[in-house]
T-cell receptor, first 111, second 114 residues
């Protein structure tokens, strides 16, 4: 049974720092891994999707890596800004389209 | 722009009423989903549909119903049988296996029982 874990549950850092969010999964047979962002009271925004054949994806200041053999993905945020404050979620799909979710990391960037 | 539209943004329901939440997508995705999110909790799957005229129960389907008459639309009805319906409801759609199951979410509907 696939399980997805995110560490840490919460993170508070000063503005300008580079930071890493972690996501681990127990079954390496995944189609992809997707990172989302959720602002309080809002829907989810897709940040990056890494296919199983890829090692990383980049979008602006965000870089996500995938290591299937170790069951890990990291989301790297460069030069953090207060606007990056949100909850970050990772998820992997089951074979029948459903997503298995991590519990999320609540990120606070202090001005 | 392609995306998912959920309406209304806020919805108030009286005890014993059925209410319907709208979800429309113009992404040409076959698969659509409804999730429920409670304060401080993760997302829980209510129903999903992989193709028109077909849908399956998720983890918490009791007290909810759906229909999928059109590819673009996947409305969710919260029935009076749902004893604790106050929550944030999110609709999503996704590409299929060949395209890598990429998900897109709507902005959500906040349902409150009054």
């Amino acid at each position: 049974k696939q399980e997805v874990t995110q560490i840490p549950a919460a993170l508070s850092v000063p503005e300008g720092e580079n930071l890493v969010l972690n996501c681990s999964f127990t079954d390496s047979a995944i189609y992809n891994l997707q990172w989302f962002r959720q602002d309080p009271g809002k829907g989810l925004t897709s940040l990056l999707l890494i296919q199983s054949s890829q090692r990383e994806q980049t979008s602006g200041r965000l870089n996500a890596s995938l290591d299937k053999s170790s069951g890990r993905s990291t989301l790297y945020i460069a030069a953090s800004q207060p606007g990056d404050s949100a909850t970050y979620l990772c998820a992997v799909p089951r074979s029948n389209y459903q997503l298995i979710w991590g519990a999320g990391t609540k990120l606070i960037i202090k001005p | 722009d392609g995306g998912i539209t959920q309406s209304p943004k806020y919805l108030f329901r009286k005890e014993g009423q059925n209410v319907t939440l709208s979800c429309e997508q113009n992404l040409n995705h076959d698969a659509m989903y409804w999730y429920r999110q409670d304060p401080g909790q993760g997302l829980r799957l209510i129903y999903y549909s992989q193709i028109v005229n077909d849908f399956q129960k998720g983890d918490i389907a009791e007290g909810y119903s759906v229909s999928r008459e059109k590819k673009e639309s996947f409305p969710l009805t919260v029935t009076s049988a749902q004893k604790n319906p106050t929550a944030f409801y999110l609709c999503a759609s996704s590409t299929g296996q060949e395209e890598g199951y990429g998900y897109t979410f709507g902005s959500g509907t906040r349902l409150t029982v009054v």
